[in-house]
């Protein structure tokens, strides 16, 4: 379900850099350290001391110096935080910043799951609540997914059932790309489950030599690759990518520009729409076009930097996993970091 809430009035590009200074001087006195989800709006990554995905994010909170982090991202992700620096409190600038996927699955549906398959080793994107987590033998992202079932499967056995969740797309494609089955939980994110194969059909015909930059929670992933494996698209320019790897293909598509100046390349990129900030900052000799422009998440975009502004000033809303939760969660957030 998506969110209710009513759009900030938008401040002017003075008033903008005004809060932005704010926000650095609170920054500085809380001692905090601003982490920020890459589909935040611009002005909140600008001020952030680390933009990534879900899993950079977890590795930059785990090592973060100071005794605040201000996580502008989505709730799941401060817990996570939480939960790997328990002693450091963890602030989210709005409490109501949630997540349609960690909301499809709860601990007390994946209890009953796990007791349909005892056997099973259970794998659960990060984009869960910490209770979820806790019942939970490894944890994977988007960047990792694959890495990690594989890595299931070479220490546990070949024939080890999974029971992968709660990401149906995600699933699926991880199944494709190990050429095995698991039992995958039907949830999704509305927001990626809304950019459609008619989309990626749309913009190929707009688009025809564009590269295809794809997150696989997309709605559209199933058929991208069905579309690779008949031949229909290129293999060589479909990047099934999380939004970390996204940024390092920009990184790099720039740095191929610099070596052939005044060679435009374009890409279209099926994720949330938040993302193509960052993508246009780090290649700005491509043009990136949004698969879907609608597909914007209004829980990210909750985050607005009044309210990153007053969570610093008034040191709220403090995100804290209860620690017999947070003991239990670590496990397989720890084995997730650790296979890479
Ligand atoms: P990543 O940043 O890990 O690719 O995840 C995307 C996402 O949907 C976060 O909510
Ligand atoms: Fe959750 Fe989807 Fe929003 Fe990411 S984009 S926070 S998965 S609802």
């Known amino acids: 379900m998506a969110p209710t809430q009513t759009a900030p009035v938008p401040l002017s590009p003075e008033e903008i850099e005004a809060m932005k200074g704010q926000v650095r001087a609170l920054a500085k006195e809380r001692g905090a350290v601003i982490l920020a989800h890459n589909y935040q709006v611009p ?3 600008d001020v952030a001391d680390y933009v990534g995905d879900s899993l950079g994010l977890s590795r930059k909170a785990a090592a973060a110096e100071g005794d605040v982090i201000a996580f502008c991202g989505v709730h799941f992700m401060a817990e996570t935080a939480s939960i790997l620096c328990p002693q450091k409190t963890v602030l989210i600038p709005d409490l109501d910043a949630g997540c349609s996927l960690a ?3 709860d601990a007390e549906q994946l209890a009953d799951w796990r007791a349909t398959y005892p056997k099973g080793v259970v794998v659960m994107y990060v984009n869960t609540t910490a209770e979820v987590k806790a019942l939970t033998d490894y944890c994977c992202t988007s960047a990792n997914a694959v890495d990690v079932v594989r890595h299931i499967y070479e220490t546990h056995g070949e024939d ?10 995600l699933g699926a494609y991880v199944e494709k790309e190990l050429g095995r089955r698991m039992h995958v939980w039907d949830g999704e994110c509305h927001v990626h489950a809304g950019i459609r194969p008619t989309d990626i059909e749309a913009t190929r015909a707009a688009h025809p030599g564009a590269d295809f930059l794809i997150h696989p929670e997309c709605g559209c992933t199933t058929s991208v690759m069905e579309y690779v494996s008949s031949g229909d698209i290129s293999a060589e320019g479909v990047h099934m990518l999380s939004t970390g790897g996204m940024l390092k293909y920009a990184e790099e598509i720039e740095g191929r520009a610099e070596a052939r100046p005044g060679e435009r390349r374009e890409a279209v990129v099926a994720t949330e729409v938040g993302m193509l900030y960052p993508l246009e900052m780090a290649a700005p000799d491509v043009d990136f076009i949004p698969a879907n422009a609608e597909a914007s998440c209004q829980y990210m975009k909750m985050i607005t930097l009044p309210k990153l502004r007053d969570a610093l000033r008034d040191l709220k809303f403090e995100v804290r996993v209860p620690p017999e939760i947070a003991e239990r969660a670590r496990v397989p957030i ?3 970091v650790a296979i890479g």
Do not use: K, N
């Open 43 to 45: 002005e909140v990554q």
């Open 103 to 105: 909301a499809s699955i």
């Open 160 to 169: 080890t059932e999974i029971l992968f969740g709660p990401d149906m797309w």
């Open 334 to 336: 720890d084995r997730m």
